[in-house]
């Protein structure tokens, strides 16, 4: 029998699904007003600060990035109290997530995680043939600590925790993540995803991984969310610098680019454009959550800049996600994360969550004559 050119868990794998782009809706129905919501975008766009530094820098793209980039690395060193050595960077939080799985993951060696959590991650782990356990989630969707810590055992390689979750919006508690800690043996990493560290970190029970010093874990932040470049790509990662020296082994050596490097930089200095983001946050998703209650949806709390809600069933789903593009609102059904029966909103400025509100009140009695009362 022939050798395969592909392996059969690289076969089995479906391509990652984003947000459809403003563009392509265009394209497809001329349309003139575009909101999207789909995605967790920053709506107030990059800060000033970002687009000088990456202005500047793109009179030296002829010039390879700076391998060790010296300007940003010691930017999160002053912000974090940490050293050079604890730190690396990467093409989104995602890239550095690549490298892990590069790094440390073998063919079926299990990872433990939850059920319908970041896709991505998912992806990269079964894309080396890592054997996936996933614990299906509590009833309020939160992630099950109790049957997570059941199922690890001294073959876990990973331990995946995405911390506030996506796309449920939901969060691990102190007390739950140290429950976690307590039954993860020193062989097994965890991966802490806090992209949406930012949103979260002002709830009082969340635990902020700057506060723990495990030598097992890796935490992963991004500059795509609260920080409005997702454009260009930068994420970086936190952890003991024997794991983060592994990391660079298998790192690709000039990512992020040049512009990715500069425009990361410029957002860390402008501390108000981060306070204009979170309290835009708060006052759209106040108004969003209030608006789907009244109109008879059960959303899930979040500490996020999105909400998700239950609709029922997969062709409620769609439907709303048709209907909604048809008034140019984008909005994201979740089958790629095995919730069917669940769609995401973003949470946009006070101009496009209007838009939004507009469009659903046109939508909403037709969905209600077709598919009755939401669960």
């Known amino acids: 029998?022939?050798?395969?050119?592909?392996?059969?868990?690289?076969?089995?794998?479906?391509?990652?699904?984003?947000?459809?782009?403003?563009?392509?809706?265009?394209r497809e129905r001329g349309?003139?007003?575009?909101?999207?919501?789909?995605?967790?975008?920053?709506?107030?766009?990059?800060?000033?600060?970002?687009?000088r530094e990456m202005t500047n820098a793109l009179w030296d793209v002829h010039r390879y990035p700076d391998m060790f980039a010296h300007d940003l690395k010691n930017s999160l060193c002053d912000l974090y109290h940490l050293k050079p050595q604890n730190i690396i960077l990467g093409n989104g939080s995602e890239g550095i997530m690549g490298y892990i799985v590069r790094a440390f993951l073998q063919p079926n060696e299990e990872v433990?995680?939850?059920?319908n959590t970041f896709i991505g991650f998912l992806i990269l782990a079964k894309s080396v043939g890592a054997k996936l356990i996933q614990v299906?989630?509590?009833?309020?969707?939160?992630?099950?600590?109790?049957?997570?810590?059941?199922?690890?055992?001294?073959?876990?390689?990973?331990?995946?925790?995405?911390?506030?979750?996506?796309?449920?919006?939901t969060y691990l508690t102190k007390e739950e993540f140290d429950y976690l800690m307590k039954h993860v043996p020193d062989h097994t990493i965890v991966i802490l995803d806090e992209?949406?560290?930012?949103?979260?970190?002002?709830?009082?029970?969340?635990?902020?991984?700057?506060?723990?010093?495990?030598?097992?874990?890796?935490?992963?932040?991004?500059?795509?969310?609260?920080?409005?470049?997702s454009g260009i790509r930068c994420g970086y990662g936190f952890g003991h610098e024997y794991l983060i020296g592994n990391l660079h082994k298998v790192k690709?050596?000039?990512?992020?680019?040049?512009?990715?490097?500069?425009?990361?930089?410029?957002?860390?200095?402008?501390?108000p454009h981060l306070l204009r983001t979170l309290e835009n946050n708060k006052e759209n998703y106040e108004e969003l959550f209030e608006y789907l209650t009244i109109h008879g949806f059960h959303p899930i709390p979040s500490v996020t800049n999105f909400i998700t809600l239950k609709t029922g069933s997969e062709e409620a789903s769609l439907f709303l996600y048709d209907h909604?593009?048809?008034?140019?609102?984008?909005?994201?059904?979740?089958?790629?994360?095995?919730?069917?029966?669940?769609?995401?909103?973003?949470?946009?400025?006070?101009?496009?969550m209007n838009h939004f509100y507009q469009a659903m009140d046109d939508v909403l009695p037709r969905y209600r004559k077709k598919f009755g009362a939401s669960p």
């Open 112 to 115: 433990v995680t939850s059920e």
């Open 252 to 271: 690709l050596p000039f990512e992020p680019g040049t512009i990715a490097q500069k425009g990361a930089y410029g957002a860390l200095k402008d501390y």
């Open 136 to 169: 299906p989630r509590r009833p309020d969707y939160k992630y099950d600590v109790v049957e997570m810590a059941k199922k690890i055992t001294h073959n876990t390689k990973i331990v995946y925790i995405a911390n506030p979750d996506n796309p449920t919006g």
């Open 31 to 51: 349309l003139l007003k575009i909101t999207k919501l789909a995605s967790n975008e920053n709506p107030l766009g990059p800060s000033p600060f970002a687009i």
């Open 1 to 26: 029998m022939e050798k395969k050119l592909v392996p059969d868990y690289i076969e089995k794998l479906e391509v990652y699904q984003a947000g459809k782009p403003i563009e392509e809706l265009a």
């Open 324 to 352: 909604l593009l048809a008034h140019g609102v984008i909005i994201r059904p979740l089958r790629a994360n095995l919730m069917p029966d669940h769609v995401r909103i973003s949470i946009g400025t006070k101009e496009e």
């Open 195 to 229: 992209a949406y560290f930012e949103f979260a970190q002002g709830q009082w029970d969340y635990p902020d991984s700057m506060n723990y010093r495990y030598d097992n874990v890796i935490t992963l932040r991004t500059f795509s969310k609260a920080y409005g470049i």
